[in-house]
């Protein structure tokens, strides 16, 4: 496979951005190697700048469920673009976009718009703060909410009691209001709760764990955690920026049929366009400004092009034929990888909820983020190579999740079951 172009463009971006790259996953730090500079994409497929082409199951870590320059997008952002890009006021395309989250997400009963997953959960957090006056946020071990200080935490040796910060520049003060716990785990949850819940403003979680993998909830974790949280008083935060979209129409809260106080969203309501929200019940998003005393801003919040995009990828989403060729195409690409490594002798257990999944290199059921980090991390590297070698793009970590898109035809994924079972074989 010839890299050299990628390999120049590598050594330049080095010189001028940290790591070269615009986010850390991207720079295949977990997988060796060099990263590929990508010149374009359509539909599943992404190409590089050597000429080199993959199926693509990164689909830029979500966002692009549809496949890559999706036709009424791209025409609707080509007209879009000709009325101006961003006026900082507001427009009726903000309107449409939160009525299509709102009916397919109905907790969401008010929206605001930010840039970002991270403004997201940010900001989400922020309010469930104001509502409450209490200041402790409780999450779980393994979930990923953005870069926002106060959750870069892993849990501290104290287990529940207190986190230390896991990126530098981040104070032992601000994640002194943090509380971490193994996820799927209801002892820990219950008794943390019950022994701290005057302090606790709200539990944030990703329903569905996308950045250790693909950890699902187990029987009723999700019940139980929304049921302690209503009964003590604290707001409990759905992170659907992955999952929204992605595990159903719905998101995770209609597939699990648990409704939460607050959402966030992101990737997929911007179709590839910088977009985050946060909403739910009204009287909690009354709060925020200009509403209410809980300020949050942002310049190109809810800006016209992104909105566009978004409409028009929520307005393909909303056809049932949608999420049935979606669910047809992840069947199969699932029985097909399960058979291949059957076939191939590797050990590797598969999970997924609606379009996400992962495949890990372990013979452990994965159920938290310890049992996750028990998968062989070397193997997956060979993986991952060996899939790129033969024009299969996954995600460059073994803890990412893996995402289809209506774009994957038939073909896409034959080839893929074909080349897993080939690249396993090796392993
Ligand atoms: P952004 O700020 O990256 O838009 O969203 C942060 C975020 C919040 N919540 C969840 C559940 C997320 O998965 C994310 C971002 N996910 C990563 C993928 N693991 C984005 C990829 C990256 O960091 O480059």
Redesign the pocket.
């Known amino acids: 496979m010839k890299t050299k172009k990628s390999e120049n463009l590598y050594k330049k971006s080095l010189k001028i951005m940290p790591g070269g790259v615009n986010?850390?996953?991207?720079a295949f730090k977990a997988v060796g190697g060099n990263p590929l500079f990508i010149a374009k994409a359509k539909g599943s497929k992404i190409y590089d700048v050597d000429g080199n082409e993959f199926i693509d199951y990164v689909l830029s870590?979500?966002p692009i469920i549809l496949g890559h320059a999706y036709p009424s997008v791209v025409k609707a952002l080509k007209k879009a673009i000709e009325r101006g890009t961003s006026y900082g006021a507001p427009t009726e395309l903000e309107i449409k976009l939160a009525e299509l989250i709102k009916k397919a997400f109905p907790s969401m009963e008010k929206i605001r718009m930010v840039s970002?997953?991270?403004?997201?959960?940010m900001s989400a957090i922020r309010v469930a703060r104001g509502f409450t006056k209490r200041d402790k946020v409780l999450k779980f071990e393994g979930?990923?909410?953005?870069?926002v200080d106060g959750l870069l935490v892993s849990a501290g040796s104290g287990g529940a009691t207190f986190s230390i910060p896991d990126s530098l520049g981040v104070p032992q003060s601000y994640t002194s209001e943090t509380i971490v716990l193994p996820f799927n785990n209801k002892e820990a949850l219950k008794n943390t709760i019950k022994e701290h819940w005057k302090d606790i403003a709200c539990v944030i979680v990703?329903p569905v764990i996308?950045?250790m993998g693909c950890i699902l909830p187990k029987d009723d974790f999700l019940k139980l955690l929304r049921e302690e949280t209503e009964k003590y008083g604290i707001i409990l935060i759905f992170?659907?920026?992955?999952?929204g979209f992605r595990v159903s129409y719905g998101g995770a809260q209609q597939y699990y049929g648990i409704k939460p106080d607050l959402t966030?969203l992101?990737?997929v309501i911007g179709g590839g366009l910088?977009v985050?929200a946060y909403g739910g019940k009204r009287e909690i998003m009354s709060m925020v400004a200009p509403e209410g005393g809980v300020y949050q801003a942002g310049t190109l919040s809810g800006n016209p092009i992104a909105m566009t995009a978004g409409i028009e990828t929520l307005k393909v989403l909303s056809k049932t034929s949608t999420y049935k060729s979606l669910e047809k195409t992840m069947q199969y690409l699932e029985e097909g990888l399960k058979d291949s490594a059957k076939r191939a002798g590797a050990k590797v257990k598969f999970y997924r909820a609606g379009t996400m999944f992962c495949t890990y290199f372990t013979e452990n059921e994965v159920i938290d983020a310890k049992t996750a980090k028990t998968s062989d991390t070397e193997k997956f590297k060979k993986f991952f190579h060996g899939m790129l070698k033969n024009g299969v793009y996954l995600?460059p970590s073994q803890f990412?999740?893996g995402f289809i898109s209506l774009s994957h035809s038939q073909k896409d994924i034959e080839k893929t079951i074909q080349r897993a079972y080939k690249v396993l074989k090796t392993i």
């Open positions: 986010s850390p996953v991207r870590w979500g970002s997953g991270t403004e997201a959960t979930c990923y909410h953005g870069h990703e996308g950045n992170d659907e920026v992955m999952t966030c992101g990737k910088p985050g995600a990412e999740a």
